[in-house]
């Protein structure tokens, strides 16, 4: 020992000197650590273990509580994990759990180490190696380990033992072909009397049932009778988590678990065991009408209990229960709206859940009150959990339980009035959703919509702004319901839209331009007043538009300041006359001059195009308010046009787009866009040829072929060359607008996937030069498109397709650990998903001839020879040794024998079953009678 | 399976932490500052749960208990029951009881191995292995021993190399 390492050890700090300096706080927390971890990286690299072990525990201590990575230390962990003492090897073990994992470098030179201490005599040696085990056993560790871990099963120390077991949860993750080594003896340990090896098995059963409960039927009589006779809670529980995914699978095996369950329901006291009986009833046992009432009686117990614990729990049940018993929760409705009103937000949240799940057409208007007032009383964070799922209840299914749209649209405006309402986003999808879906709801829509804009206050709220930007678009899309549009575009262009950002700010500008738009068509082109049902003619909408109109003046509902303005059937037009047309213009130019030098540029593209429209038409507005009449008809001709033009434009139904929209554009003839690819991949394969060459030429490759033919430089060069002259060609055809020419061949299209709308703009071009404009006009509006819409009496729903078929992989995922556990169960063949319930349905006592055969036959030939050979050279052994009879009554064959022709094989390899094969062969007369009266019942 | 356990005191320091599996320990210390996150903004007196999807991702629930400066946190899947790992926190919190006799945070800040051998006798790779605390004492006790015994050897070679080397 060389001096300075002895130094080292000398006046090494202790853990307890690291924590206690840490803790003084001397010179600053991350100082300290840091002085520490420089110290600790010296004394690590000691040729003294004790040193070195000190150093790690230190080193473990600062990466477990104040995060400091140790990979370094991985190596040095190794050598104290090779030192003889205890204490260092514990040292050792901690620091490697801590931190070794799948790409440890070292992760390797650890297998003899930890080999050696499974090996020990020394119960707390073996613990600390399969702990280590647990934690970061990968493929190899877990291959070479299985055979230590195999014997160490059936270790007689229970300490040992149960923690053999549990690690075989990990090994078999990692190597599922240790499953035919381990699977055995782990269902051997199913049938010990000792609690604790019993709790540590079905505690893996339970983890490796979660994963795949199908490969774990043929032992549900072991679970049942576990489930039967243990006394422990802590077993009980687990073997109830086993039975609730067992029990769905196999109809039998469920009516035969639910009497017992029952039992355990009404005569536990503990309230973990209670619970999870009633968790196992409402999930899995559901059709079974006692037990759920039954669990239900005990779920009411728990509801109305003092522990907060336990009303959260029973809430839980009672939606659990909610999916297929909805009666149950309305039994205790009572309960669930008074904890509403619960201190505990865990308790809120859920009885919120389940009152949401009691909402159905005819009472979701009371319920959405009772809601909406409540979270207007309540903290932001719940009253926005409130309004969220208030929003996605109503929504669901393209608003399947909303039947008066005019009082969702107002319910939506009241909710997004409430101060805490963070619901912004989901509102402006829903209303402007509603406006494009549902034709009748349209003139409530503006009229919310105009009672939100016209409100200065609400322009300060940024929660708001998106509910904001929906109301602008709305009161613009479908200002013809508009009852004064003058006090609208008001709204739209005042002064704190400033506070709004650019990209809302934007689309005010542009329902302002729809506004005007509107308000000059109505004042010239349909010569300063209108009848309704003339001014309707355009629209879409119509007459059920214009009856609406009708009727709200009747219903007068909102006696706002406005509705005394208006009077007569004329009152959308009564008040716009050419003098209030020139304020608006006036407004307008006041509003937006300042926006022309807008940084952000949709704001000022927007702008110039309203005020140019405005510069446009204000002359000719001022002319003829000058002279009145005369000369309407001659110069004012040109200006209503462009304004009938542009409302027009304006007045084209939007609709919702299908979400497969763009795949109903058909493909153009002789387009082969994948084929192409692939050919290209085929013939190029090293080449990598830029993605538009084979579009954009569209060279047959023929002749691709041919340059193939020349030399791989040659090809090279070609390509690039052609790649540059294809990007050339492409730029030029940009520049020069033949881009959209139609060309002869439909390959040079196909340079751009075609957009949905195309084939409608196509359409629009040929009819008349007019819509052109009015093409013009919505590309300047996004939103625009197609109505693919078919019109429904009240809501206008999309396609049927409009979800996209959902690539669901219904097939079980058939992973190689759940195949080797199937491998064992039910021997070599493996089982589709369907057919296992007709094998389970046989009946059980059948001959086993007639199984056999049935097991062989969806074999492929040579497999059935050799199976067949197997199966006999079974059935002697079995005379001879009784071997595979072992604890499984006759009754159970089928299972059994298909596990058989997998042992077989197994015991060539593993010869050292002897000792158990004798003592169960002694049990087995014991089990027999008593498991006849269960079994038949049984699957198998 | 239980995915991880820790300890913290009320100001947010971590007392103990283990996760069954590994994680690098920045990760470790953000899920950790998450789950502080919420456990502090919580009123006493309610429920023992915390919705731990947010934090740990889906399929995991979070059961703390809060004694006195410490809050004893079990992050754990559906294939636990709730009440019952409530239960094992008790059983945790008993067990640091015996060993450190009126246990205190600070037996837990200087205790850090001893607390990490009695939570690796209750759980082991995510599983509950024992669920008595008397037995889980007598395994400590044993290991201590063991650890003393094998540290008594190493003293005297290395003082007697001491003064040796002197």
Not at chain 1, 1 to 13: A, E, I, K, T, V
Not at chain 2, 65 to 85: G, M, R
Request: proline share 5%; net charge negative.
């Amino acid at each position: 020992m060389s001096g300075s390492s002895l130094m080292d050890s000398l006046f090494q700090r202790s853990l307890e000197d690291l924590i206690k300096g840490l803790r003084q706080q001397l010179i600053g927390e991350q100082a300290f650590i840091s002085k520490a971890l420089e110290e600790i990286c010296k004394e690590i690299k000691s040729t003294d273990l004790s040193t070195k072990a000190t150093a790690l525990l230190k080193l473990s201590h600062l990466s477990n509580l104040h995060f400091h990575g140790m990979s370094f230390a991985a190596f040095h962990a190794l050598e104290v994990l090779s030192s003889p003492r205890f204490s260092h090897k514990k040292i050792a073990y901690h620091a490697i759990s801590l931190s070794f994992h799948d790409s440890t470098p070292v992760l390797l030179l650890i297998t003899n180490h930890l080999r050696k201490d499974l090996n020990s005599t020394n119960e707390f040696e073996v613990s600390l190696s399969l702990q280590c085990l647990s934690r970061i056993a990968n493929v190899d560790l877990a291959r070479d380990l299985t055979p230590e871990v195999f014997t160490l099963l059936s270790s007689n120390k229970l300490y040992v033992r149960k923690r053999a077991v549990a690690v075989v949860l990990r090994v078999f993750e990692k190597y599922p072909d240790s499953v035919r080594v381990c699977f055995k003896r782990l269902v051997e340990n199913l049938e010990n009397s000792d609690p604790q090896i019993l709790s540590a098995v079905v505690g893996v059963f339970s983890e490796l049932a979660c994963k795949d409960p199908r490969s774990y039927l043929p032992l549900a009589p072991e679970f049942y009778k576990i489930l039967v006779d243990s006394r422990n809670n802590w077993i009980s529980i687990k073997v109830l988590k086993i039975f609730s995914k067992l029990a769905p699978l196999e109809p039998r095996l469920a009516k035969r678990v639910v009497e017992p369950i029952c039992d355990l329901l009404r005569n536990t006291g503990a309230k973990s065991l209670l619970f999870e009986c009633i968790r196992t009833v409402v999930t899995s046992l559901s059709e079974y009408e006692s037990a759920v009432r039954l669990a239900v009686g005990k779920v009411r117990e728990f509801l109305v209990d003092e522990d907060p614990n336990l009303k959260y729990l029973g809430l839980q049940a009672l939606r659990i229960v909610a999916e297929k018993h909805l009666w149950v929760v309305s039994e205790n409705k009572e309960v669930v709206i008074k904890s509403l009103s619960d201190a505990d937000p865990n308790i809120k949240i859920e009885s919120l859940r389940l009152v949401m799940a009691m909402v159905s057409g005819h009472n979701v208007s009371e319920i959405s009150r009772v809601l909406v007032n409540y979270a207007m009383k309540s903290d932001p964070v719940f009253c926005n959990e409130i309004l969220g799922s208030i929003l996605s209840t109503c929504s669901r299914n393209f608003y399947e339980i909303v039947v008066d749209f005019d009082w969702y649209v107002l319910l939506l405006g009241e909710m997004s009035r409430i101060p805490h309402c963070q619901m912004g986003e989901e509102i402006e999808n829903q209303l402007i959703d509603i406006g494009l879906r549902v034709k009748d709801v349209r003139p409530e829509l503006v009229r919310v919509a105009r009672d939100l804009l016209i409100d200065p206050a609400l322009l300060g709220n940024s929660f708001l702004h998106s509910v904001l930007s929906a109301s602008a678009w709305a009161s613009g899309e479908y200002v013809e319901f508009s009852r004064n549009p003058l006090e609208l575009m008001e709204a739209l262009l005042q002064p704190r839209t400033s506070l709004l950002p650019p990209s809302i700010r934007a689309i005010y500008i542009q329902s302002a331009f729809k506004v005007l738009v509107f308000c000059l068509h109505t004042c010239f082109v349909r010569g300063g007043s209108i009848v309704p049902s003339a001014s309707m003619d355009n629209f879409p909408a119509g007459v059920s538009a214009s009856a609406s109109h009708e009727s709200f003046d009747e219903i007068s509902v909102e006696n706002s300041a406005d509705a005394t303005v208006v009077h007569g059937q004329t009152h959308a037009s009564a008040p716009i006359t050419k003098a209030s047309i020139v304020n608006l213009l006036n407004l307008v130019e006041l509003a937006l001059g300042p926006l022309l030098g807008s940084n952000d540029v949709e704001v000022q593209e927007r702008a110039r195009n309203l005020l140019g429209f405005v510069d446009l038409t204000k002359p000719e507005v001022l002319n003829s308010s000058v002279q009145e009449k005369e000369d309407s008809e001659g110069k004012g001709v040109e200006t209503s046009k462009i304004i009938k033009l542009m409302c027009d434009a304006f007045s084209k139904e939007l609709g919702p787009v299908s979400l497969s929209a763009q795949g109903k554009v058909s493909l153009p003839d002789g387009l082969m866009l994948k084929e192409n690819l692939v050919d290209l991949e085929m013939i190029c394969g090293d080449i990598k040829p830029p993605s538009s060459y084979s579009f954009s030429f569209g060279s047959p490759y023929e002749e691709e072929k041919d340059w193939l033919s020349f030399s791989n430089l040659h090809i090279k060069e070609d390509s690039e060359q052609s790649n540059e002259s294809t990007s050339l060609l492409a730029e030029h055809r940009k520049r020069h607008g033949l881009y959209y020419l139609p060309s002869g061949k439909s390959e040079l299209i196909s340079n751009d996937y075609p957009p949905a709308k195309d084939p409608t703009l196509q359409g629009d071009i040929n009819d008349n030069t007019d819509d052109l404009v009015e093409i013009t006009e919505e590309s300047l509006n996004p939103k625009r498109k197609p109505n693919h819409g078919k019109p429904r009496p009240v809501v206008k729903l999309d396609e049927v397709d409009e979800k996209p078929v959902a690539m669901k992989q219904p097939e079980p995922r058939d992973d190689s650990l759940s195949s080797a556990v199937r491998d064992v169960l039910f021997g070599s063949e493996d089982i589709p998903p369907t057919s296992s319930r007709s094998n389970l349905s046989n009946n059980p006592s059948s001959k086993r001839k007639g199984k056999e055969k049935q097991h062989t036959d969806p074999r492929v030939e040579s497999r059935e020879n050799v199976i067949d050979r197997n199966s006999s050279s079974r059935r002697s052994k079995d005379r001879s040794h009784g071997k595979e009879r072992r604890y499984r009554s006759p009754k159970k064959k089928n299972a059994e024998e298909r596990k058989n022709t997998d042992q077989k094989e197994k015991e060539k390899r593993h010869r050292d079953h002897g000792r158990h094969k004798s003592r169960q062969r002694a049990e087995e007369p014991l089990k027999v009678p008593a498991q006849t009266s269960v079994i038949p019942d049984f699957l198998l | 399976m239980i995915k991880a356990v820790m300890v913290m005191n009320t100001q947010g320091k971590t007392r103990l932490a283990k996760f069954y599996e590994y994680l690098p320990v920045e990760k470790q210390q953000e899920l950790i500052r998450g789950v502080f996150a919420v456990l502090c903004s919580r009123a006493e007196n309610v429920s023992n749960f915390i919705d731990a999807e947010s934090i740990f991702g889906p399929d995991s629930r979070l059961v703390y208990k809060h004694f006195a400066t410490l809050y004893f946190v079990f992050v754990f899947d559906s294939s636990e029951n709730e009440l019952a790992v409530l239960d094992l926190i008790q059983v945790f919190v008993e067990t640091l009881d015996k060993c450190f006799q009126n246990v205190c945070e600070l037996d837990i800040v200087f205790g850090y191995s001893k607390v990490h051998t009695i939570l690796d006798e209750m759980i082991f790779g995510g599983q509950v292995v024992e669920t008595s605390s008397s037995e889980i004492m007598k395994a400590i006790e044993e290991i201590s021993k063991l650890e003393a015994a094998s540290n008594a050897i190493t003293l005297i070679p290395k003082s007697a190399s001491g003064w040796r080397s002197r």
